[in-house]
């Protein structure tokens, strides 16, 4: 075996010390009349009062010595920081004057940075500036977020039409509130335009009509704090509606287009049809619109036809006039989803899960019968490719200057990306790709293409190997072929990249049978020289399981840093309540009732991992998981916890009784039920994490680390703290039960994508400290956990 990483001399010396009882504040009146709900952590949910302030700062003092003190801390952060050391690189998208990518090279800078560069094929992946054996070649910086700010990121982005114009959404302190910042591009040196447009949340960039005026996502009442320092609101946000901005003006004197009390409007996307002719006056355009009830896939859509460019700028009030009096109905009454993918001459094309078909298809409208629809009717549409056994996950168009334009499909067959390529006229299937450039257990996360260009791109990414980036190209016959863009594993002196032992990793995929028989997919991953036969090994179970979003394999320096350094096991379930089977999937573990399904498919890939494949123990065990997956972990930390060692709860929704009260929770109902409904409520109780704490002495409790963040307007922090407050008060001091502690990070917010890498770093570090300090090590296949209480990890 290899060498310990912490030895048992160097445990007994841990600073773990005895976790000190949290007042218990004074019980609030609560608002439910038919059933008596104990709250007396009801001030914690205010993040800005002094009990919080002092509360958070308790819980900090008493965690971070403990974490950061601890003998091994040093040398997983030289691990982690080893895994994390490679270039991060979004798909190229082809613009007028370029190439555009985002890039974040290995070890230098927090953030990443936008970057045009007009020779992709030598420039990929160096750094701004950089060169390559003395070739001249190299990308342009185009916007750096540290200009803005310490702790500002890149959200999203767009381009206008005709890319002289780029705009980016910028978070500040991981907010989910946005600015839209608009740089101009056409002198070819980027130059920012006018002040940004702020109050703007989930904003998936600007949809630009011209190279002068967009329509964006915003507040309709702006009394919310917008900006970090400014507090997370005790309430609910307001609704959101579509606004009209033209560059040069102020924000406050942008209208409202489209505002509608209890729906959220999605990213209307400009539809252009490809006329065979330079003519952009001919060239026909269309506004694709979509809102949602809650969190659920499911909308209603409508196309609405633009004036012809000759006409010149649209004034707000015709545009507001046209939206309103113009729908022409994709679909009606939130029974599926309907997204659009592109144009070409004679038609547009879209992926529905509308009419039963919830696995997805593609449809196509002609625009002969786009016209002769009436308007607020249902327009009529073709189904160009059937819906399959496998989930349609995204479609994109791929053109070509011969005129045929291609299909790129990817569906995910049994939690697996897999791609099909077929002609965009037809619907014909194409030949598959030869080759294995995609692994069987990866995701594909995203493509990049044009409806007039014959390139397009592909990210991907597995649990065994950082992501990289594919470039595929379509010739005039309609073949198909893929390479990897670049070299992006060995580039000059100035690239860092993980190197990683060859074939040092090993992914599996299994299927385990939940409590009803059905059978749920697995990954199971670890070093290829684990000895899987003789000994039992520490297992992190991860899941998600919640609002129709799959869990698929992702690449994670804190999972890597896990398997290779510390000789543990990762395990992604893919349990229902996720988007892994299309909708009946989600469906099954969807609402107050249903909910448990998802908890149970977790407690049973627990048990699959322990007695079937026994590759574990109860002992060994730790679960992780985070948003909907910290609430998972939770639930089934209080309802099974012999079946857990420890627990990573991250960011999670925790007392279901007042979730729908703060920030956007009122969207959840779709997902976990409706508290002010009784009925509804009875059955949430049973579930949620805040009242399912068990009593003190009960039972005995694994170790849990809880963490939040202070600019977390998604989830307030107020879940986790009260949950941890609760969990501290009912815990047995002296080590009959395990430690509950918790972290509260600053400057950071919901999403993993808007931390810098330090903080990345830093919270991967903390949870690999406090799994190596709470769970044992390997055991002989024959020893009980019993047997080694105490022992750590190897």
């Keep these: ?195 940004d447009v702020e109050h703007s949340k989930f904003t998936f960039g600007a949809t630009f009509l011209s190279e002068d005026e967009f329509l964006y996502k915003r507040a309709l009442q702006t009394d919310c704090p917008s900006r970090p320092g400014e507090g997370v609101p005790a309430k609910p946000d307001g609704d959101f509606g579509l606004f ?7 924000a406050r004197a942008d209208s409202v287009i489209l505002g509608i009390s209890g729906r959220i409007v999605g990213k209307p996307v400009l539809c252009q049809s490809l006329m065979n002719t330079n003519d952009r006056a001919r060239r026909r355009q269309w506004l694709f619109v979509d809102w949602y009830a809650n969190t659920n896939p499911e909308t209603e859509s409508f196309l609405i036809e633009l004036p012809s460019e000759k006409k010149g700028h649209l004034k707000a009030a015709s545009l507001a006039t046209i939206v309103e009096t113009g729908k022409r109905w994709l679909s009606r009454g939130f029974l599926g ?161 993980v190197q990683l032992p060859e074939e040092a990793l090993v992914c599996t995929k299994h299927f385990y049978k939940s409590f009803d028989g ?10 290829t020289d684990l000895d899987l036969q ?25 999972f890597v840093t896990w398997m290779l350094e510390c000789r543990g096991i990762v395990s992604l379930a893919c349990i229902r309540g996720g988007g892994e089977y299309g909708k009946a999937w989600h469906e099954a573990a969807r609402g107050p009732g249903r909910r448990p399904t998802s908890y149970k498919d977790l407690l049973y890939a627990a048990k699959f991992l322990q007695e079937e494949l026994s590759v574990t123990t109860p002992a060994l065990t730790a679960s992780y998981g985070s948003s909907n997956g910290g609430t998972l972990v939770a639930t089934t930390m209080n309802s099974s916890p012999e079946l857990f060692g420890a627990v990573l709860c991250d960011v999670g929704v925790h007392d279901i009784s007042r979730f729908h009260l703060f920030t956007m929770g009122r969207l959840w109902k779709g997902e976990y039920g409706d508290p002010d409904v009784p009925a509804d409520l009875e059955l949430m109780l049973e579930w949620s994490p805040l009242h399912t704490v068990p009593k003190q002495g009960t039972v005995r409790q694994p170790a849990v680390l809880i963490t939040t963040a202070d600019h977390d307007v998604r989830v ?40 810098s890498r330090h903080q990345i770093m830093e919270e991967a570090v903390d949870r690999l400290v406090f799994l190596v300090s709470s769970l044992p090590g390997p055991l002989p296949a024959a020893a009980t956990a019993s047997a080694v209480k105490g022992c750590v990890i190897c």
Excluded at 518 to 527: A, D, M, N, S, V
Excluded at 535 to 547: D, E, I, K, S, V
Excluded at 741 to 755: F, W
């Design 518 to 527: 059905i059978q749920i997919p697995l990954f199971l991953c670890h070093r």
């Design 244 to 250: 009209y901005h033209h560059l040069g003006n102020e």
């Design 337 to 497: 989803l309907t997204t659009y993918i592109g144009s070409s001459d004679t038609c547009h094309i879209f992926l529905s899960t509308c009419d039963g078909h919830t696995k997805g298809r593609i449809v196509s409208v002609d625009f002969d019968a786009l016209d002769a629809t009436a308007l607020d009717s249902q327009i009529p549409y073709h189904e160009l490719i059937p819906s399959t056994e496998d989930t349609l996950q995204s479609a994109n168009l791929v053109g070509s200057h011969a005129g045929s334009q291609v299909l790129v499909l990817v569906y995910l067959q049994h939690a697996s990306s897999v791609l099909a390529f077929h002609d965009a006229r037809t619907g014909t299937r194409l030949a598959d790709l030869p080759g294995n450039l995609i692994p069987a257990c990866a995701d594909i996360s995203q493509i990049s293409s044009r409806a007039d260009a014959d390139d397009f791109y592909i990210a991907i990414q597995s649990l065994t190997a950082p992501p990289q980036v594919l470039i595929g190209k379509m010739d005039q016959e309609q073949h198909i072929t893929l390479a990897t863009l670049a070299d992006q594993t060995s580039f000059a002196d100035d690239y860092v990249h």
């Design 1 to 195: 075996m290899a060498a310990p990483l912490i030895s048992p001399s160097q445990a007994s010396a841990l600073p773990w010390g005895e976790t000190p009882l949290p007042k218990n504040y004074p019980d609030r009146p609560n608002p439910f009349k038919t059933i008596g709900i104990p709250d007396p952590w009801r001030v914690l949910e205010d993040y800005g009062s002094k009990v919080t302030k002092r509360f958070v700062a308790e819980q900090n003092a008493l965690t971070a010595p403990r974490l950061q003190q601890h003998p091994s801390r040093a040398r997983l952060e030289t691990a982690v920081s080893r895994s994390q050391a490679y270039r991060k690189i979004s798909c190229p998208q082809l613009q007028a004057d370029g190439y555009y990518y985002w890039l974040h090279w290995g070890e230098e800078g927090e953030r990443g940075v936008m970057v045009r560069s007009r020779n992709v094929a030598e420039d990929f992946g160096k750094a701004p500036g950089s060169s390559h054996h003395k070739l001249t070649a190299r990308p342009q910086l185009v916007f750096d977020p540290a200009q803005e700010g310490q702790h500002t990121s890149l959200y999203d982005h767009s381009f206008s039409p005709c890319g002289t114009r780029w705009c980016a959404v910028l978070q500040d302190g991981g907010s989910d509130w946005q600015r839209l910042h608009t740089i101009d591009m056409s002198s070819g040196q980027p130059e920012s335009i006018g002040q």
């Design 716 to 755: 307030i922090a107020g879940h986790s703290l009260k949950l941890l407050a609760e969990l501290q008060s009912n815990r047995r001091l002296g080590g009959e039960d395990g430690l509950a502690l918790g972290r509260i990070y600053t400057n950071t917010g919901h999403e993993s994508g808007a931390k």
């Design 534 to 558: 003789t000994y039992r090994h520490p297992t992190l179970l991860h899941a998600y399981g919640g609002f129709a979003q799959p869990l698929l394999p992702f690449y994670d320096p804190l």
